[in-house]
């Protein structure tokens, strides 16, 4: 499968802990975006990356919530402290380094339960 | 104001109707625009891209306004199949040189009856 893969599909988690997403995006792609998704809602945009730098990250992003690229393939995504507002749908995307008329294509998600 | 609005859903349409969805945009700068369907408990897919001049794909035509900075999507001839979620998406600059970012709407929720 060479498609955008994330790991785990399914993560509960109590309160306070924290909690690590994985992505790896289609081989080829440098960019690479974090969402979050919650049920009504199109995708809320979190960061962005081209390469392994962080170009942006949404000012409605807790500092508890980072993420990383180091070596611009795989990507994390780390919520420390969790709490209950937290439980969503977190989508990876990546897209291919030909401009800015490329679509965005995502993996399945990790979905996020805070009990 | 939100960077991408939509219709309120849900539209409820009968097999064979016409429906259209509208979507606005706040940032004039914005580059490129795309519709996405999104199937319950599925991650959104490109359904199409969106043309300066309009462009068409069977039975899905969108069109794009920028002196208005909306976009539409019409489906002729609604299938059962169609029933998902679709949203607007529309990419635009990150803030640096070369980045874009996609936004999406909250999407539009549409069930087509037999």
């Known amino acids: 499968d060479t498609g955008v893969s994330q790991d785990p599909r399914h993560k509960i988690t109590k309160r306070g802990q924290n909690v690590t997403f994985r992505c790896d995006p289609i081989?080829?792609?440098?960019?690479l975006y974090w969402y979050r998704q919650t049920l009504g809602q199109g995708p809320e945009f979190l960061t962005y990356?081209?390469?392994?730098?962080?170009?942006?990250k949404s000012r409605l992003l807790s500092d508890r919530f980072s993420a990383e690229r180091p070596k611009g393939s795989f990507s994390t995504l780390e919520i420390q402290r969790t709490e209950q507002g937290d439980s969503a749908m977190y989508l990876c995307?990546?897209?291919?380094?030909?401009?800015?008329?490329?679509?965005?294509?995502f993996g399945q998600g990790t979905r996020l339960t805070v009990v | 104001r939100k960077e991408v609005e939509q219709d309120p859903g849900p539209f409820n349409v009968p097999e064979g109707a016409t429906v259209a969805f509208n979507c606005t945009y706040s940032?004039?700068?914005?580059?490129?625009f795309f519709w996405y369907r999104q199937d319950c408990r599925k991650e959104p897919k490109l359904l199409m891209s969106?043309?300066?001049s309009g462009n068409e794909d069977g039975r899905f035509t969108a069109q794009l306004n920028r002196a208005s900075q909306y976009i539409s999507l019409l489906i002729r001839d609604s299938k059962l199949s169609d029933s998902a979620t679709y949203l607007c998406?529309?990419?635009?600059?990150?803030?640096?040189?070369?980045?874009?970012?996609?936004?999406f709407g909250a999407g539009t929720r549409l069930f087509v009856k037999a």
């Open positions: 081989s080829e792609h440098n960019r």
């Open positions: 990356f081209q390469n392994e730098a962080q170009l942006e």
């Open positions: 940032n004039s700068a914005s580059q490129s």
């Open positions: 998406a529309v990419n635009m600059g990150s803030g640096r040189a070369g980045g874009f970012k996609t936004i």
């Open positions: 969106v043309y300066s």
């Open positions: 995307a990546s897209s291919p380094p030909t401009g800015s008329n490329t679509e965005a294509f």
